[in-house]
């Protein structure tokens, strides 16, 4: 960047104790972690870092991701996984052969599977995800958004207690600090540190893109060695689409709930009502998009 801007690198800070818990669980020969919470919020950047401690501890690493795309095909967020398979009408066995391939590339040392976003699996990537829970010499990192209606082999992970899932929480106040103050390079002025984390809730993906929003606008300055918000914080076009992408789905009552919201929170749901009579307050929590009202 020109300007004087650092060179932003954003480190995984906070996760600490959720990293000690993954790998104590790596120690197994089989089994699984299941990673929830909140668009934003970093379950992909812990999963990559829980990949990499189980690398050192000896594990054959591979990572798949599922998308909307793939949804409709079977096996389709294992792909690039899937062997030559004789076609066979017998589900479990076509399950067990890829399971099997899948363990084979360890060549010896044990697999270790990174699934992104297992709330989009389809229903044989999602059955295979479970088997493989469940398999010799192979553990699952899988990621999962909350709220989001996920495959039942995917919800029988940690319903059954094949995996343990771990919930993750935006950011408090002083682990933002921690985080700006690692990405940026140097100390944050307290009252732009709390500004960013009011903005944001505390939200990884909000943060980093309010942050480059700002140094690009030349909002943020650093001034005698302190980072600080000279100026209003600029609209960020990135955030923009990022919230765009969130919104999708949700219809006009859900739209109008939510600029409700956004302007006057907080607010009682017994207000909301009247303002928008038509309030599904419990979908747009289902979707993580709304805010619990007194």
Do not use: Y
């Not at 970093?42 to 999963?47: D, I, P, Q, S, V």
């Not at 990537?125 to 082999?153: H, I, M, N």
């Not at 390079?185 to 309010?210: K, S």
């Amino acid at each position: 960047m020109g300007f004087g801007w650092p060179d932003v690198n954003w480190p995984l800070v906070g996760r600490a104790a959720e990293l000690k818990r993954a790998a104590t669980l790596l120690r197994a020969d089989r089994g699984a972690i299941v990673l929830a919470g909140a668009a934003g919020v970093g379950k992909t950047r812990l999963a990559a870092e829980c990949l990499d401690l189980a690398a050192a501890r000896g594990f054959a690493c591979l990572r798949v991701s599922a998308t909307q795309c793939a949804a409709g095909l079977p096996f389709g967020a294992f792909a690039s996984l899937v062997p030559d398979l004789i076609p066979s009408t017998d589900l479990l066995e076509v399950l067990r052969r890829i399971a099997a391939a899948i363990v084979a590339r360890g060549q010896g040392k044990p697999v270790a599977v990174l699934v992104d976003d297992a709330h989009l699996l389809d229903q044989s990537s999602a059955a295979l995800t479970q088997l493989l829970a469940t398999t010799e010499k192979t553990f699952v990192l899988a990621t999962l958004r909350s709220g989001e209606q996920a495959p039942d082999a995917v919800v029988a992970l940690w319903k059954d207690e094949l995996a343990e899932r771990i919930e993750l929480h935006p950011f408090a106040a002083d682990e933002v600090e921690e985080l700006l103050t690692a990405a940026l390079r140097g100390p944050v002025d307290g009252a732009t540190a709390h500004l960013l984390h009011r903005r944001t809730q505390g939200n990884v993906l909000f943060l980093r893109e309010v942050v480059l929003g700002a140094l690009e606008a030349g909002a943020l300055r650093r001034e005698q060695g302190i980072w600080r918000l000279g100026a209003t914080l600029p609209a960020s076009s990135r955030l923009v689409e990022i919230i765009e992408t969130r919104l999708s789905g949700v219809d006009e009552h859900g739209r109008r709930t939510l600029e409700v919201l956004a302007l006057g929170e907080p607010l009682e749901v017994k207000l909301l009502q009247a303002v928008q009579p038509q309030l599904d307050l419990d979908g747009l929590e289902r979707r993580g998009l709304g805010l619990t009202g007194k």
